[in-house]
């Protein structure tokens, strides 16, 4: 591979076509079962925790060779850098410790003992502090990086292995091995807030660059979760070929990075949809993975042979799904676009397309009949398929099983139609909601509650895009503000006039405990009731319920006569 001088950002690629999926791949020899890497915020140096030969790898991503060799005690693991490049925090699990490297003079300038079995590891955003899984205490130790010294323990699940920080630095990850959840702790409290449960052996966890969602390995299944950082609630999975180990985001959140040890290869993820893009394979056994600043390499740890290979990075297509009409912007990313004189879906020629870089496509998706085609650019370097897009017909709802209900929600809803197939959540108006999918024809969801009381669309969204709506209408609380007449004889049969607010719901009212002999709704503000018999004189409540499962009294009795 030749590079220039101006970093790893700038390797002359010459006048390749686009590219795909793997290409001009290296391969670094580094120390005994290397496991962590991790990139100088200026992508000048990457660091590769050797943990059977006790060091740190150093390499020098211009010349991508190791540069130096740094000691740092035995059996080195997670490794993190500070936001300023200057200094770097290695866990050693053996020890109980955590090392302290100056990247200035490649040396080790201090430690943190008092740890037990540390494992992964995070800074903060503005460098202050770093977050520690204690493996073997189910603890996570907060330590100073002023003073090198832990300010704060936090207890979590059992089996702490990775730690991931949101990019607000106001929220960590913990994967709880043994458990099988996922810590939320908030960081300025240092206390867990939450935990997300239902996972098979949770390792290597990432968060995206818009800290919106948390992707977590399930290392005894094939799949990787996704957890919605707004509910901390599992949204999403994506099913993958072996049991997944690390993940990685590139900076531009158009792809994650998934190692698959027992596979030898790399799975790389969607985000768009969630689905799987694509597999780098040639590995004996993927650890972590690191990526250039730009996202334009990987450095990806071979646990198995002793090495780092080097990458260039997929292509991404976001999103990769959308509606057979077409009219869908879509941000191709990659290399080799200038020069870009055609961009294809299948055989269908998009006719709007922008070159904005060499490295990043706009286009607008023409109209297609097949579901999967591949996407073709050619360029001045030539032609080349740089993915897929998956071209999905639209869900259509055709009923609710209820069409209105309760302020609170919390009832359950049937929404029946067709190609539910796909479909993760359901939009009352502006309220998004996730979705039980029964059959392609049938789905339940759960409702939200409202603040308002309305009619509001709902529809649901799938890979395609978004279906036609149905309306739902919010009801209010209902109530009473006045009777009339408020007396009459105890023999019943007496016409009285409920006034009031959302009373067009009501389905049953009563006087005394005694249900009306009838009634009907007039209105939203209007319920007409005829007494029962009474067998005594007096003053007796008037109460309404509706099908919401509310009641409600008068203010005033009704007094037989």
């Known amino acids: 591979m030749s590079v220039s001088q101006a970093g790893p950002e700038t390797r002359k690629l010459g006048s390749a076509p686009p590219y795909a ?132 323990t936090i207890a979590v699940g059992n089996g702490p292995q990775v730690v991931a920080l949101r990019p607000d630095g106001l929220r960590a990850y913990v994967s709880n091995s043994v458990a099988g959840t996922v810590s939320v702790i908030d960081t300025v409290g240092n206390s867990v807030v939450a935990t997300v449960t239902g996972f098979n052996t949770p390792l290597g966890l990432a968060v995206t660059p818009d800290g919106t969602r948390v992707y977590v390995a399930n290392s005894g299944a094939r799949k990787v979760s996704v957890i919605s950082t707004g509910t901390n609630t599992v949204t999403d999975t994506v099913s993958v070929a072996d049991s997944p180990h690390c993940l990685a985001p590139s900076p531009d959140g158009t792809l994650v990075y998934a190692s698959l040890t027992g596979a030898g290869s790399l799975t790389v ?91 990043t496509l706009t286009v607008v998706t023409p109209a297609a009949i097949r579901s999967a085609v591949p996407v073709t650019v050619t360029a001045s370097g030539g032609k080349a398929i740089v993915g897929h897009y998956y071209y999905r017909r639209l869900p259509v709802v055709s009923l609710l099983s209820a069409a209105s209900g309760s302020m609170n929600g919390g009832n359950v809803v049937t929404l029946t139609g067709q190609r539910f197939v796909g479909v993760k959540s359901v939009r009352f108006g502006s309220l998004e909601v996730p979705a039980t999918v029964v059959s392609d024809t049938e789905l339940r969801v759960t409702v939200p509650a409202s603040g308002l009381a309305r009619s509001v669309p709902v529809y649901m969204v799938s890979p395609g895009g978004v279906s036609n709506s149905l309306s739902y209408a919010y009801i209010g609380s209902p109530t009473i503000t006045s009777i009339s007449p408020i007396s009459g004889p105890r023999a019943g049969s007496r016409i009285v006039n409920l006034n009031g607010t959302f009373l067009s719901q009501v389905n049953g009212v009563t006087f005394g405990g005694v249900a009306a002999l009838s009634f009907k709704v007039m209105s939203a503000i209007k319920v007409q009731a005829v007494t029962p018999p009474m067998p005594t004189t007096g003053p007796v409540a008037v109460v309404a319920t509706t099908s919401t499962g509310a009641t409600v009294t008068s203010p005033m009795p009704y007094t037989y006569t």
């Open 269 to 359: 993820i969607n985000p768009s949809s969630n689905s799987v893009s694509g597999t780098i394979p040639g590995f004996a056994e993927p650890h972590e993975v690191a990526t250039t600043p730009d996202g334009g390499y990987l450095y990806a740890v071979d646990h198995g042979d002793n090495t780092v290979h080097v990458q260039r990075r997929p292509a991404a297509i976001s999103p990769n799904t959308g509606p057979r009409g077409g009219g869908t912007t879509v941000v191709i990313k990659g290399r080799g676009f200038l020069g870009t004189t055609d961009v294809r879906f299948g055989v269908r020629q998009a006719k709007d397309f922008a070159v904005v870089s060499d490295t």
């Open 21 to 152: 999926l793997v290409a001009d791949a290296d391969t670094i020899p580094v120390g005994a079962a290397p496991h962590s890497v991790v990139m100088r915020p200026d992508g000048l140096r990457a660091y590769v925790t050797d943990s059977g030969a006790d060091t740190l790898s150093v390499i020098d991503t211009v010349a991508d060779a190791v540069a130096a060799t740094i000691g740092v005690g035995s059996g080195p693991w997670s490794v993190a850098v500070t936001p300023d490049g200057l200094r770097l925090y290695v866990t050693r699990p053996g020890s109980g410790t955590v090392s302290v490297v100056s990247t200035v003079t490649d040396t080790l300038v201090g430690s943190v003992s008092g740890l037990t079995a540390p494992r992964g590891l995070a800074v903060t955003p503005d460098g202050a502090r770093v977050y520690v899984a204690n493996s073997g205490a189910n603890t996570v130790s907060v330590i100073s990086t002023a003073t090198n010294t832990v300010t704060n």
